[in-house]
């Protein structure tokens, strides 16, 4: 039985991806607050992933960085599995290998706006009222965090925004195992 398989996303699976996030999410999609901060920026390098399964797209995330307050971190999303493809694990294991990767990467921190019970499969948990603030409205049930360095969610706090090149990369402090 053919099963699927995560690999890193390369250029021929863009426009796949653009029709599976455009099924997902709806044209509602761009007046989102994540939306707006992923807006002429790139999703970041060696964090995109893709579920393939015989050659076909079964799902894909992508990170995008982001600066909260003074410091760099990442936003998960969008995270999205094709809807008859849904409830066979390939979500978690999208969300978990992208995870693994940016903690080898070398990155502090991830944030999305999500689904708690959903992400707290991969670690994720909610962050406390007013600490992060998005551009545009959020719900702030559900903007969770994930510190992939020990104490990074302590000290993250602030406006969210995109990048600048002079942003500094990381705060300091050892991975987590
Ligand atoms: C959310 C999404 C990515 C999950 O993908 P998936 O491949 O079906 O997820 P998995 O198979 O890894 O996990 C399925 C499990 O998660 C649960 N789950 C899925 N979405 C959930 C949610 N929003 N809240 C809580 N649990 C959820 C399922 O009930 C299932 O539980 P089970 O294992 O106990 O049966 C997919 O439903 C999707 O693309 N949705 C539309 C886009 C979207 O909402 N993206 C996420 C933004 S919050």
């Given at each position: 039985?053919?099963?699927?398989?995560?690999?890193?996303?390369?250029?021929?699976?863009?426009?796949?991806?653009?029709?599976?996030?455009a099924r997902s999410f709806g044209p509602g999609r761009?007046?989102?607050?994540?939306?707006?901060?992923?807006?002429?920026v790139s999703p970041e390098e060696g964090l995109r992933?893709?579920?393939?399964?015989?050659?076909?797209?079964?799902?894909?995330?992508?990170?995008?960085?982001?600066?909260?307050?003074?410091?760099?971190?990442?936003?998960?999303?969008?995270?999205?599995?094709e809807i008859e493809q849904r409830g066979r694990g390939?979500?978690?294991?999208?969300?978990?290998?992208?995870?693994?990767?940016?903690?080898?990467?070398?990155?502090?921190?991830?944030?999305?706006?999500?689904?708690?019970?959903?992400?707290?499969?991969?670690?994720?948990?909610?962050?406390?009222?007013?600490?992060?603030?998005?551009?545009?409205?959020?719900?702030?049930?559900?903007?969770?965090?994930?510190?992939?360095?020990?104490?990074?969610?302590?000290?993250?706090?602030?406006?969210?925004?995109?990048?600048?090149?002079?942003?500094?990369?990381?705060?300091?402090?050892?991975?987590?195992?």
């Amino acid at each position: 039985m053919a099963t699927w398989e995560i690999r890193a996303e390369e250029p021929r699976d863009a426009p796949f991806i653009e029709l599976l996030v455009a099924r997902s999410f709806g044209p509602g999609r761009y007046a989102k607050s994540a939306y707006r901060l992923r807006e002429g920026v790139s999703p970041e390098e060696g964090l995109r992933f893709v579920a393939i399964e015989d050659g076909v797209l079964r799902g894909s995330v992508r990170f995008w960085p982001i600066v909260i307050g003074p410091e760099r971190a990442l936003l998960l999303g969008p995270l999205a599995v094709e809807i008859e493809q849904r409830g066979r694990g390939i979500g978690i294991a999208l969300m978990k290998r992208g995870v693994e990767d940016a903690r080898s990467l070398g990155h502090c921190a991830i944030i999305l706006v999500g689904d708690a019970p959903y992400y707290a499969r991969a670690g994720f948990a909610p962050v406390p009222p007013g600490k992060i603030k998005f551009p545009g409205p959020v719900d702030s049930a559900r903007i969770l965090g994930l510190a992939l360095v020990e104490g990074a969610l302590d000290s993250l706090g602030g406006d969210v925004r995109r990048p600048r090149i002079d942003d500094p990369v990381c705060a300091d402090g050892a991975p987590l195992a």
